[in-house]
């Protein structure tokens, strides 16, 4: 019995020094120690709701969702998250609303619009903008063998950039001339795509139209009429000649480029340098009752930003997106954009390392003065059909953009070592006014009427 025990004791002290030592051996390896130390620095919130399911469309700047799900970075929030692809804006939008969605990818003029009047009226917040850029506008190769002879060359005979409308003015006066529509394609009504190219359009004189009470479809006095195609279909309704060019994100500017049926001519970064792109929405009824949650959520979108603006994490990025459950499109043609360049004419690559921002430049803030310019264009086209005074614009934004939520989940990255403190701009929500524009207009957020009435094709006010 006594040589039992003793032997008992033998194998318990022995086994005991094995575990020491087992543990020593992994305080040498700093690689294996790493990834401990990582997680061990977030510090979880009591989640209300750590089950969520999240909508995207298939467009590389639904990165971030696709990063934090992939790198962990929602998991280490303790969040367990579905990212579901959805068949258009309209969709997601009413998934949102309904409940089905906890949370999107969402075209950031749709909050804005379902809180001011414009389509489906919903209480929506924005806690979280997903990034700067990442537009362009494509013409079919016939359109643009048309405007070729109107743009300017450098000395090596490449266009100029970046491209006026000015140039495709007489492209759309033949087409007038010969009773034929000149028509174009944006992703949705209050898309950025669909401000952008009126914005394009307009600076040159072209008269995109106009939204009414009895015309909601824009084209009122139009001489280009523009009309919704989801963006995955983009390129097969420019080769199918339903539409002679468009406006949207990537990857389907490049998309035809690669097919050889389109040429980009502009991009939105020379529309208007380093513009807010989508933002991530939830309703304000899921925050309310949600809060911890929806700072967890954003915590871990801020960390994805970060990632995907830190250098050397673009290839890896374009893998995970071209995965199908992601944008699904070819690797090359989403690195065409995602790691610092952007194709034009075939062959005409040049570098823009800014096409794709999802940090830099506070990208993930949601700035008060971003949201003011989307309600400026909703006026100027009529979306928002009656005069509204100037604070109208400062109230109605702040019900929707939240940048409150923003704050709190980067003071606990900063405290948990994820960003540095120098990452959380010093601001009341409004940017600097800017002539960044390709007209050169001056953009002051905090008067809005101004700005509005500065242009000659829209209302006044």
């Excluded at 065409?336 to 823009?352: H, P």
Aim: negative net charge; aromatic residues 10%.
């Amino acid at each position: 019995m006594r040589s039992t025990l003793f032997a008992l004791c033998l194998l318990i002290l022995s086994s005991a020094f094995y575990s020491c030592g087992q543990k020593e051996s992994k305080k040498t390896n700093p690689e294996e120690e790493a990834v401990p130390e990582t997680k061990s620095l977030t510090k979880t919130l009591d989640v209300e709701k750590p089950q969520l399911t999240f909508g995207f469309i298939k467009l590389t700047d639904m990165a971030p969702l696709a990063i934090a799900k992939e790198k962990g970075f929602f998991e280490e929030e303790g969040l367990f998250v579905s990212v579901e692809a959805q068949s258009n804006w309209k969709n997601i939008l009413d998934r949102v609303i309904d409940g089905q969605l906890d949370g999107s990818h969402m075209l950031a003029g749709q909050p804005i619009a379902a809180g001011s009047g414009f389509g489906r009226q919903a209480e929506l917040v924005t806690p979280f903008s997903m990034d700067l850029n990442g537009n362009g506008i494509t013409v079919s190769n016939d359109v643009w063998s048309k405007m070729k002879p109107h743009i300017p060359k450098d000395a090596d005979g490449k266009p100029i950039h970046p491209i006026k409308a000015e140039t495709l003015k007489p492209v759309i006066d033949s087409y007038k001339s010969s009773g034929k529509a000149f028509k174009m394609g944006m992703v949705f009504p209050v898309s950025t795509h669909n401000y952008e190219i009126r914005y394009w359009l307009a600076s040159a004189g072209i008269h995109p139209g106009m939204y009414t009470k009895d015309n909601i479809q824009g084209q009122v006095d139009a001489e280009v009429l523009l009309s919704v195609t989801p963006p995955p279909q983009m390129p097969a309704t420019l080769e199918a000649g339903t539409i002679h060019g468009y406006c949207v994100g990537e990857p389907w500017n490049q998309q035809a480029v690669f097919k050889g049926i389109g040429v980009p001519v502009t991009t939105n970064y020379d529309i208007w340098k380093n513009n807010p792109e989508k933002v991530f929405v939830m309703t304000k009824k899921f925050v309310e009752e949600n809060p911890n949650t929806a700072i967890a959520v954003t915590k871990a979108l801020i960390r994805a930003g970060k990632w995907l603006d830190t250098p050397g994490n673009r290839k890896e990025a374009v893998k995970i997106l071209s995965m199908p459950q992601y944008v699904g499109a070819d690797e090359v043609v989403l690195a065409n954009s995602m790691t610092g360049t952007f194709e034009f004419e075939k062959g005409d690559k040049r570098s823009m390392p800014d096409f794709n921002v999802f940090y830099r430049y506070n990208a993930t803030y949601p700035f008060y003065s971003d949201g003011v310019w989307f309600l400026t264009q909703m006026r100027r086209w009529g979306q928002i059909p009656d005069t509204k005074p100037a604070d109208w614009y400062d109230s109605k934004i702040k019900e929707i953009y939240r940048p409150d939520i923003w704050k709190k989940a980067a003071e606990l990255l900063v405290t948990e070592g994820h960003i540095p403190a120098v990452d959380i701009p010093e601001t009341d929500g409004y940017k600097p006014a800017t002539t960044d524009f390709i007209d050169g207009k001056n953009f002051d957020a905090k008067d809005p009427i101004a700005y509005i009435n500065s242009f000659k094709i829209g209302n006044k006010d």
